[in-house]
C-alpha cells in the first residue's frame, strides 16, 4: 500500500488568525507559503514579494527542467567545466555535505537512473557514483565540470529546502521577527513566536492510520518529510532500485536544504545507520515508519526519541 494523498506535514490552522500574514507563489512544480507575523502587514507583503523573486531565481539555476539553467548546461556539458551562479555552487556544495552525513545514502547524482527504474523494480543498476567522485567543483572560479557521460545532477531531493533557506535570510534582512516558510509542506523552516510561544506548532501523522505521532514547536529549525505518495521515486543509491518498503520519514535539521537532503536519504538508510548519523550530529533527528502486515512501527532517533 502506497500513501494515497500528498505526503506533507500538517502545520497550524491560521485561516482565522488576524495576527498571521499568508502569502504564497507557485515554484519548483508547488506551492510555496510565507506566514508572517508582523504589525505591518504592507510591510510584511513587500518581504514576501522579495523572497518570491529570489525563488524564482534560485528555481531558474537549480532545475533540470530550465534548458538553459545552470543545473542542465551541466548535464548537457560533460567534461567541460561550465560557470555557476553562487546559489548553484552553494547548492552543490550542501549537496555533498549531506552525501557525508548520510553516508551517501542522499546522492543528487540519480537523475539519469530516476526514469529508467520506474517499471523496473526487480534488477537493480548498480550502486550510483558519489558526487564527489563524478563532480569536480572549482568554488574559486565558480565551474563545475561533470566527470561522466551517463551521470545526471537532480537537486529535486534538496533544491526546494536550499530555497527556503535563502528565503529565510531574506526574511531576516526586512527584519520580519516570526515566519514559517515551506514549499509544498514537505519542508518547513520556522523561527520567532506563534500566539505568544515561542516556536510554531507542526504536526507528525502516520500516513497509514492518519494517528498522530508528534507535536513539535519549530523555531530556528526545519522539518522536512518524505514518503511514497507520488510512486517509487526514491533511489536507494547503494543497488540503484527504487525504494519499495511501505515507509515514511522525516528529519529535523538546522537547516531546510539539509532537513530536505536527510528526509530522501533516510528513506533507503538502514535503521542502525540512522541511529549512527543522528549520536554524531546532535542537530540532526530523524523518524521513519515502516508498514508491514497492516502495521506500523516506529523508529525515533534524536531528539525526536
Not at 529546502?161 to 531576516?172: I, K, N, S, T
Not at 514547536?217 to 522536512?224: D, I, W
Amino acid at each position: 500500500m502506497a500513501i494515497r494523498e500528498p505526503f506533507n506535514l500538517k502545520l497550524p490552522d491560521i485561516e482565522r488568525l488576524n495576527s498571521v500574514q499568508r502569502f504564497d507563489h507557485a515554484a519548483m512544480n508547488t506551492q510555496f507559503e510565507i506566514w508572517t507575523v508582523h504589525p505591518n502587514a504592507y510591510y510584511a507583503r513587500q518581504a514576501a514579494h522579495e523572497a518570491f523573486v529570489l525563488l524564482d531565481q534560485i528555481e531558474h539555476d537549480l532545475s533540470r527542467y530550465i534548458s538553459n539553467s545552470d543545473i542542465s548546461r551541466i548535464n548537457q556539458l560533460p567534461g567541460h567545466p561550465v560557470i555557476i551562479s553562487e546559489q548553484t555552487l552553494r547548492c552543490l556544495q550542501q549537496c555533498q555535505h549531506a552525501e557525508k552525513l548520510t553516508s551517501g545514502y542522499f546522492n543528487a547524482i540519480v537523475g539519469h537512473l530516476t526514469g529508467r527504474s520506474r517499471g523496473n523494480t526487480r534488477r537493480g543498476t548498480g550502486e550510483i557514483p558519489s558526487s564527489a567522485s563524478v563532480l569536480e567543483i572549482d568554488a574559486e572560479h565558480y565551474l563545475v565540470t561533470l566527470n561522466h557521460e551517463q551521470a545526471q545532477i537532480d537537486l529535486g531531493g534538496i533544491g526546494k529546502g536550499y530555497a527556503v533557506d535563502r528565503m529565510v535570510d531574506l526574511m531576516h534582512d526586512w527584519e520580519i521577527g516570526s515566519a514559517l516558510i515551506h514549499g509544498g509542506r514537505s519542508t518547513v523552516y520556522a523561527y520567532g513566536q506563534f500566539q505568544d510561544e515561542i516556536g510554531w506548532p507542526v504536526s507528525i501523522s502516520d500516513p497509514f492510520t492518519r494517528k498522530a505521532e508528534k507535536r513539535i514547536r519549530l523555531n530556528n529549525r526545519a522539518l522536512s518529510a518524505s514518503g511514497l505518495s507520488r510512486g517509487m521515486h526514491i533511489i536507494n543509491v547503494k543497488s540503484g532500485k527504487p525504494v519499495q518498503a511501505n515507509q515514511a520519514a522525516w528529519a529535523m535539521a538546522p537547516t531546510a536544504a539539509l532537513s530536505d537532503a536527510l528526509s530522501t536519504g533516510l528513506m533507503a538508510m538502514p535503521l542502525r545507520e540512522i541511529g549512527r548519523m543522528c549520536e554524531m550530529n546532535q542537530g540532526c533527528a530523524g523518524l521513519k515508519i515502516m508498514r508491514k502486515n497492516a502495521m506500523s512501527r516506529l523508529y525515533a532517533y534524536g531528539i525526536f526519541n
